[in-house]
């Protein structure tokens, strides 16, 4: 039963650790997508400037799992490297204080060495009998107290059996806690990768403890021990050892109905104070180290309430007692659209950011002298212009016709070359008004004389995506197609030895004579589709001006559409 607890522990850890690297990392103050709604106005306030102080980003949950050494502070003296975990998450609320919500689990062991006759109040031990015959043992007037080795009830010769305390208890509880990290404000350094904290809070926790007093049905007999046989500790412990079974079949004396009870487990409120320190993995994981210590009021975890003095009488003191729970935990940052937790964040990186590289500079509009007021500025402006002329970049007056009067006193805006000179108005004086007065030209030119040599398109090994490079290549196809419409254009494209080509080559023409139509705004009746050629490059598509009387389809049906799809 026990391993299948570990391996669906196990099995979750596996989940959040995977969990924590699915999600991307996020710091900018910059960043919307880290801010929650109800801070948004100040994020807007503080990207136009109008607010000094950044929104708050929203951080990331952290989800902890511990496991360490368990062991009771009480009136039986523990025994230490038992086990105990806790899981636990934690939510910071500023870049100091955060809180964690946190189970914890630890089974506790103790074994006195030393041999104690105290136990007649104990009734876990002797039962009712003894300890009536115990209480008989103190005066009724407050008077000295018997030795509990002399005799009780009267019979000197009747001494009490010595016993070896011992305990087993299961310890759950579940608290509250206040965080405090003590050194992520650091003024020289941006992060640090090693945090110390504090933590204190209120929980409620349970407690179930058994002793072990019989062997079998039969009580343990210590005598043999408890003889002065064995002078030191080590001794007496291996001998306890070899005696004591591990049955811890005697449930130890509790409170019985005057606490409250939780699944028959005594529960009480508890005080939990501890420190520990963290160590930065990476953004998402850090380990921890950390000593937790829980106080209940209550003197029975440990099932003694009556300590024995040193010396060897009978001690009516009782003090409380504690748990403590030396740990090292893994712990994990989960959350979308989030920043690290913020206790891992240095506030001031915001700050010095600001000091050293402004993103919000406030300069004052600049005034530049323009005289003519032709919105060209005098250190520009190249002329001064009459008011209302329209002027170029350097600020002279703008002649469309070259033919030296401004356009703005041009009453002829467009003046033929052959028209020229013109008059003060800008008015050529054509030898021939009439069209007729100029020989026409008969001859036949083919569109490839038309067009020019065009330019060619090469394209990556085995890709179908048009460059940069082509793009202007073919901008400057299309610029002289609009300036003779009247030609129609041929896409050739190579190679056809084997399926994969014959398609490659089919894509190549569809892609340039797509972009030309789609890009450019060329009529799609203008092209001639040819693929497959022989005598070129697979990687490159020609292009050329369409003979007198060619006329080709503009497209075709892909030869081995189902390439594509692999």
Request: glycine share 10%; net charge neutral.
């Amino acid at each position: 039963m026990a391993s299948k607890k570990y391996i669906l522990l196990a099995g979750i850890f596996c989940l959040l650790v995977s969990a924590s690297f699915s999600q991307t990392q996020k710091r900018s103050y910059e960043d919307s997508s880290v801010i929650p709604t109800k801070r948004m106005p100040q994020y807007t306030e503080f990207m136009a400037g109008t607010n000094n102080y950044p929104a708050k980003p929203r951080n990331q949950w952290e989800v902890g799992l511990k496991v360490g050494t368990f062991h009771v502070n009480g009136d039986v003296q523990a025994q230490f490297l038992t086990p105990g975990f806790g899981v636990h998450v934690r939510k910071a609320f500023g870049y100091v204080f955060s809180m964690r919500l946190e189970y914890n689990y630890g089974i506790g062991k103790g074994l006195d060495w030393t041999s104690n006759e105290n136990y007649a109040k104990n009734s876990a031990w002797e039962g009712p009998t003894v300890a009536t015959r115990y209480s008989a043992a103190y005066s009724p007037a407050g008077g000295p107290v018997v030795s509990s080795m002399a005799a009780i009830g009267g019979n000197p010769a009747t001494p009490i059996e010595p016993v070896y305390y011992n305990y087993k208890t299961n310890v759950q509880d579940l608290s509250l806690q206040g965080v405090v990290t003590l050194n992520n404000i650091r003024f020289h350094k941006a992060q640090t990768k090693l945090t110390f904290y504090g933590f204190g809070g209120i929980g409620l926790a349970t407690y179930d403890t058994k002793i072990n007093a019989f062997n079998g049905t039969a009580k343990y007999n210590f005598s043999s021990i408890a003889g002065n046989v064995y002078k030191n500790r080590k001794d007496t412990k291996n001998a306890l050892k070899d005696l004591l079974d591990d049955s811890y079949e005697t449930p130890a004396q509790n409170q019985g109905d005057r606490r409250a009870k939780l699944g028959g487990k005594t529960m009480r409120p508890s005080f939990i104070v501890g420190a520990g320190m963290a160590f930065r993995l990476n953004s998402r994981i850090n380990l921890a180290l950390e000593d937790r210590v829980s106080i209940l009021k209550d003197d029975l975890i440990d099932g003694q309430q009556w300590a024995e003095h040193p010396w060897g009488d009978a001690g009516l003191t009782s003090n409380f007692d504690t748990y403590n729970l030396l740990s090292l935990g893994i712990n994990i940052n989960i959350g979308k659209n989030s920043v690290e937790p913020l206790w891992w964040i240095n506030p001031l990186d915001y700050a010095y950011a600001e000091i050293r590289n402004p993103h919000l500079m406030k300069l004052p509009k600049p005034v530049l002298p323009d005289s003519d007021g032709d919105g060209v500025t005098d250190q520009f402006d190249r002329e001064q212009t009459p008011a209302g002329c329209p002027v170029d970049t350097h600020g002279v007056s703008r002649d469309t016709d070259g033919d030296g009067v401004p356009d703005c006193k041009d009453k002829e805006l467009v003046t033929p070359t052959y028209c020229q000179p013109v008059d003060v108005d800008g008015v050529g004086h054509c030898p021939c008004p009439d069209p007729s007065c100029f020989p026409k030209d008969t001859t036949s030119h083919g569109c490839a004389e038309k067009l020019g040599a065009l330019p060619s398109v090469t394209f990556k090994s085995g890709s179908n995506n048009i460059s940069e490079d082509a793009q202007a290549v073919l901008g400057s196809v299309a610029s002289r197609m609009r300036n003779n419409p009247e030609c129609k254009v041929v896409v050739v494209g190579y190679c056809a030895s084997d399926k994969k080509q014959q398609q490659l080559s089919w894509d190549h023409v569809n892609k340039v004579i797509s972009y030309l139509v789609e890009k450019e705004g060329i009529s799609a009746d203008r092209f001639i589709f040819s693929y497959g050629q022989e005598g070129g490059d697979c990687n490159t598509v020609d292009l050329r001006g369409a003979n007198e009387g060619e006329d080709g389809p503009n497209t075709v049906a892909p030869p081995h559409p189902n390439l594509r799809k692999k």
